[in-house]
């Protein structure tokens, strides 16, 4: 990765796509930003429409559409691109309309002689995910979703809400596939350096603690469901999320995000690509940072990914 250009291919430039982009401008996170779409007008439109912004921005980004060429000598390609998900729709239900999208996208991004790290947004993202490992033959290590991410930061914001504290100093975690069989374990979960389930049992919450992180799994699972019916899409906070992925890689941060990545004996599992802790920094996943799981929560990640392998299964 070169020091003096921090290059980001962005695929699809719908709202997800966009509201990436935007994130990227507010926190300067690249110098060169480049936007394909398979409508080329959009991607132009969209690239004038940041431009304009440039002069009351602190960035000095060179923002413009492009094509898969311009692939060749990027940090990052990330993948935006597929079709929406309807309302009532679950994220494994857009998996055989997605598959096709990228085909069209991948092959030509590998053959541009691309060498960087892939990203990975559209839904359902793990098996989306392993769909770009596969077409592009990548080592694992640089092809990742953006995971559990935005689930892991909608839990420690409702925690924070409900222990009174800044969510920065809530460490917990949700992990499994992005979707209906993701969960929370908490016998990981600390506020500090003391853990949320022993606050529980002190009496923090008025007895009902328990019952109330109950309440804040199911919101953090429902959380998408939510917000589609509410506003048709969701795009701010995964737009955010993936900002904050791509700052650790460009950034070489070694930061410990839970995104999608491919388990090779983690966890006892292989060949699966799931939402984990994961150690990121400029040469994609650096390690998989395996957390002390109860023998209830294990059986819940091996559920999970037994979901996804079953799912992936006749894709390609």
């Given at each position: 990765?070169?020091?003096?250009?921090?290059?980001?291919?962005?695929?699809?430039?719908?709202?997800?796509?966009?509201?990436?982009?935007?994130?990227?401008?507010?926190?300067?996170?690249?110098?060169?930003?480049?936007?394909?779409?398979?409508?080329?007008?959009?991607?132009?439109?969209?690239?004038?429409?940041?431009?304009?912004?440039?002069?009351?921005?602190?960035?000095?980004?060179?923002?413009?559409?492009?094509?898969?060429?311009?692939?060749?000598?990027?940090?990052?390609?990330?993948?935006?691109?597929?079709?929406?998900?309807?309302?009532?729709?679950?994220?494994?239900?857009?998996?055989?309309?997605?598959?096709q999208v990228f085909q069209s996208i991948v092959e030509p991004v590998a053959?541009?002689?691309?060498?960087?790290?892939?990203?990975?947004?559209?839904?359902?993202?793990?098996?989306?995910?392993?769909?770009?490992?596969?077409?592009?033959?990548?080592?694992?290590?640089?092809?990742?979703?953006?995971?559990?991410?935005?689930?892991?930061?909608?839990?420690?914001?409702?925690?924070?809400?409900?222990?009174?504290?800044?969510?920065?100093?809530?460490?917990?975690?949700?992990?499994?596939?992005?979707?209906?069989?993701?969960?929370?374990?908490?016998?990981?979960?600390?506020?500090?350096?003391?853990?949320?389930?022993?606050?529980?049992?002190?009496?923090?919450?008025?007895?009902?603690?328990?019952?109330?992180?109950?309440?804040?799994?199911?919101?953090?699972?429902?959380?998408?469901?939510?917000?589609?019916?509410?506003?048709?899409?969701?795009?701010?906070?995964?737009?955010?999320?993936?900002?904050?992925?791509?700052?650790?890689?460009?950034g070489d941060e070694h930061s410990v995000l839970t995104v999608s990545a491919?388990?090779?004996?983690?966890?006892?599992?292989?060949?699966?690509?799931?939402?984990?802790?994961?150690?990121?920094?400029?040469?994609?996943?650096?390690?998989?940072?395996?957390?002390?799981?109860?023998?209830?929560?294990?059986?819940?990640?091996?559920?999970?990914?037994?979901?996804?392998?079953?799912?992936?299964?006749?894709?390609?």
């Amino acid at each position: 990765m070169r020091a003096d250009k921090r290059k980001v291919v962005l695929v699809g430039t719908g709202m997800v796509g966009m509201s990436y982009a935007y994130s990227l401008l507010n926190q300067n996170a690249c110098d060169e930003l480049v936007l394909i779409d398979v409508n080329k007008q959009r991607a132009e439109g969209e690239a004038m429409d940041l431009n304009h912004g440039l002069a009351f921005s602190s960035s000095n980004m060179k923002i413009y559409a492009g094509e898969y060429r311009d692939c060749k000598d990027a940090d990052i390609v990330v993948i935006c691109a597929g079709v929406a998900q309807k309302p009532g729709e679950t994220r494994l239900d857009l998996l055989k309309r997605n598959a096709q999208v990228f085909q069209s996208i991948v092959e030509p991004v590998a053959e541009s002689g691309f060498n960087g790290i892939f990203l990975v947004a559209t839904n359902p993202v793990d098996i989306m995910t392993r769909i770009t490992c596969e077409l592009s033959g990548f080592n694992p290590r640089r092809v990742l979703g953006s995971g559990t991410a935005l689930d892991t930061a909608r839990l420690r914001y409702l925690l924070g809400e409900y222990l009174e504290v800044d969510p920065r100093n809530v460490h917990a975690y949700v992990i499994g596939e992005h979707g209906d069989s993701e969960f929370v374990p908490w016998s990981q979960a600390m506020l500090a350096t003391r853990p949320i389930l022993e606050l529980c049992e002190s009496g923090l919450g008025t007895g009902v603690c328990h019952d109330e992180l109950d309440k804040i799994e199911k919101e953090v699972r429902e959380a998408a469901y939510r917000i589609i019916e509410a506003k048709k899409a969701t795009y701010y906070g995964i737009g955010m999320a993936m900002t904050r992925i791509t700052k650790a890689i460009l950034g070489d941060e070694h930061s410990v995000l839970t995104v999608s990545a491919m388990l090779r004996g983690e966890y006892g599992q292989r060949d699966v690509f799931i939402g984990v802790p994961c150690i990121i920094n400029q040469n994609g996943i650096q390690k998989v940072l395996t957390l002390s799981l109860t023998d209830e929560e294990k059986e819940k990640l091996n559920q999970s990914c037994d979901t996804l392998r079953e799912s992936f299964e006749g894709v390609l």
